[in-house]
């Protein structure tokens, strides 16, 4: 089946350092892939995504290459602010499948001044 | 921006009670679901609801949880008998179309019930 595999957290960073942020997943097919954000007491938002391979995902200063061959979409950033604090969530859609997103169980992240 | 409302944000309830969990989903979204994410473990697909009628169900989503749209704009979850293990931030989420261009835009979701059960 689908999955999809996430560092752990809490990831703590120093305003303006770089941020990488691991995702893999497994897929039967050939799946779209997210990153979702959730900041304190709001609901899960799209960040950015990819649907095939080779794509760049950007949004807000965040990156994300879709992967194929390493099966990976990692999340990347190269200046971080407070403001980035939250729980970011990588998933995959299957449009091979029945397109319900799997996700992982979130990476935190804490940026400190 | 439209957006997914869940009530009530949070809810504490006693082991063996009903509890219903309230979602208005943006109003010309076809597709809901309910996810569930257990403190510190994945986010986990529950089930999907299409035309007034389940389309997908995990094995989670057993004969104590059922889902409803009672009247057009709100989408309920209820729990029959809930148990210690039922404790979970549970989110709501709609998408327009499920297929085709639509389904790369995401998905939109509420912000969540966290549901305690003591």
């Known amino acids: 089946g689908n999955s999809v595999t996430q560092m752990e957290g809490p990831v703590t960073l120093s305003e303006e350092a770089f941020l990488t942020i691991n995702c893999t997943y497994t897929a039967t097919g050939y799946p779209s892939l997210f990153w979702y954000v959730q900041y304190p007491g709001e609901g899960l938002q799209l960040l950015l995504k990819a649907t095939k391979a080779d794509d760049k995902g950007s949004n807000k200063g965040f990156e994300a290459t879709y992967r194929k061959e390493t099966t990976s979409f990692h999340l990347e950033k190269g200046s971080v602010q407070v403001s980035d604090s939250a729980v970011y969530f990588c998933a995959l859609s299957d449009p091979g499948g029945s397109y319900i997103p799997t996700f992982g169980r979130g990476t935190s992240l804490i940026v400190h001044p | 921006e439209p957006e997914v409302t869940q009530t009530p944000s949070h809810q504490v309830t006693q082991m063996g009670q009903e509890v219903i969990l309230r979602c208005v989903p943006i109003?010309?979204?076809?597709?809901f679901y309910w996810y569930r994410q257990i403190l510190g473990q994945k986010v986990e697909f529950l089930v999907s609801?299409?035309?007034?009628?389940?389309?997908?169900k995990s094995e989670i989503f057993d004969d104590q949880f059922s889902v409803e749209r009672p009247d057009g704009s709100n989408f309920t979850l209820k729990i029959r008998s809930t148990k210690l293990e039922d404790s979970a931030m549970y989110f709501c989420a709609s998408i327009m179309a499920k297929t085709g261009f639509k389904a790369n835009y995401g998905y939109t979701f509420g912000s969540g019930t966290r549901l305690t059960v003591v």
């Open positions: 609801f299409y035309n007034n009628e389940i389309s997908e």
């Open positions: 109003s010309n979204h076809l597709y």
